[in-house]
């Protein structure tokens, strides 16, 4: 059975940092995307960033795009995101996801595999 368990999220004031990991096991993380989605309390929810299985092509939202970094360690199975300057329109339910395929992407759609989520609040 597949896992993704995702972990540190917590408060920040804004202009703060912080780096969520999420850990994979339950299958091979050979030729696997891996994304961050997030969703804020009363919205849908969104994309946020995407490797792909080599780790040298990310994508980002255009709301993140400059302060959170994606990477990954293939050989520890996990993938990172590194959030800096963080904002409170940063608050939201973040979630790990993992797809089959090499190529990363920025839809929902194309993730079979779900973390069960990780809390950020960023305070004002």
């Known amino acids: 059975q597949v896992q993704l368990v995702e972990s540190g999220g917590g408060l920040v004031q804004a202009g703060g940092s912080l780096r969520l990991s999420c850990v994979v096991s339950?299958?091979?993380?050979?030729?696997?995307?891996m994304g961050w989605f997030r969703q804020a309390s009363g919205k849908e929810r969104e994309f946020v960033a995407a490797?792909?299985?080599?780790?040298?092509?990310?994508y980002y939202s255009n709301s993140v795009k400059g302060r959170f970094t994606i990477s990954r360690d293939n050989a520890k199975n996990t993938v990172y995101l590194q959030m800096n300057t963080l904002k409170p329109e940063d608050t939201a339910v973040y979630y790990c996801?993992?797809?089959?395929?090499?190529?990363?992407?920025?839809?929902?759609?194309?993730?079979?595999?779900w973390g069960q989520g990780t809390q950020v609040t960023v305070s004002s």
């Open positions: 339950g299958r091979s993380f050979t030729n696997v995307r």
């Open positions: 996801a993992a797809g089959q395929g090499s190529r990363y992407s920025p839809n929902w759609s194309d993730y079979d595999y």
């Open positions: 490797i792909s299985w080599g780790g040298s092509m990310t």
